[in-house]
């Protein structure tokens, strides 16, 4: 073989050698290319919540994120932070992709803000102005299916988990203060209207107190007067409550409005006014008497204590009309159950009217009562005698 034989097939040797190896590059790099396509339109499907765009580039009917199922709050912020998402193939190799992605970091976002008193509708400006983000890394592997790449379901579960976790402590928490002061303005709506069981339907008593038992207890001429009583009392009252904090498990809310001064207007009748407090005395100390001789064994125990309640009730109303307005403020716990249940604490009527009082009933309007009692023929001289030694304050 001459030189000249040689060269043209070292040439020709080289020719084909190149020719090979820029045929592989190519084949290389439309690989890479589709397979970087894919990850791409999979990941965006998954950002815009395009379920079947995201299943057509997984193989099979495993992919991993057909199985996010959010709440509606959740939804919602996910969808927020994922608007602001950005995410970079950083390499593809061996069949499969690495990808950093970032999105807003909620939770860092909300960490000083009092959650409970968020709306999801307050969450755009608070992302807007943050830098917070949080940065992921997730793999995902390539299986050629015929002539397609695919993307191997079980690389999409480590994603689907992280969207699945996203947001989902404070979605709890998002919107729950204005629920709770709904609530709150459900329960007093009611005591304004003087709908006793449904406002009770909102407390646990812790007694197994149930809604419809005022009427179960009592006649429904008595239920009336409680109702118009109770209609009186909260009807005066005006308030705003706020959120103040959330723990999940409740809401405290602060209080501030004004009601009726009716402890302080009691007070001021009971110790100044003979006109209305002897009667209501003398009332009372007939009560006593029918209760001092009543047969357990055969009376209708219900129906005297039925006759103290219309008493009471009457001088109550009395001493509302009379009452002057005065301002308020208390702390209202809102509990929350595991199911999201809310009930107010037992204590919610003394939250609201105030601390309940002991009055001072006057030793002088108790003589006058039974001196009228007496004068009138309804006591005899010797239970006189009896409830004269008698303390007031035993009575009433």
Known sequence: MNKRTRKAICVV????????MLAGCNISFGKT???KELVERYLNACIEFEYRDASSCVKGSGDAFQDVDLGPVQQEICELCLSEAQFEVEEIKNDRALVKFSMPDIDRILKRENVAALEVEDLDDLIADSDKLIEEEFEFDFIKDKREWLIDPDSTEEFAEFISEFGLDVS??????SRAVAFFDSFMSCLAQGNIDAAYAFIDTGSGYSVGSMNSFYSSDVVAQLEDFYAAL?????YEAEVSSCNGSAVVLEVTGTRAAFYDSMQYVIANNADMTVPYMKDMILYEIRLMDFDYSNGDLTSLIEESLE????????CLELAQTEDFECTVEVDIDENGNMSLDSNIMTDILGEDQSFDYPQEFYEQALDELLEEGQI???QYDELMIMDPDYIF
């Open 33 to 35: 290319k589709a397979q």
């Open 380 to 382: 005899t001289q010797d």
């Open 311 to 318: 008493i009471q009730i009457e001088f109550y109303i009395q």
């Open 234 to 238: 909260f009807g005066t009252v005006t």
């Open 172 to 177: 709890s928490e998002i919107g729950l203060g």
């Open 13 to 20: 040797i080289a020719t084909c050698l190149t020719a090979s």
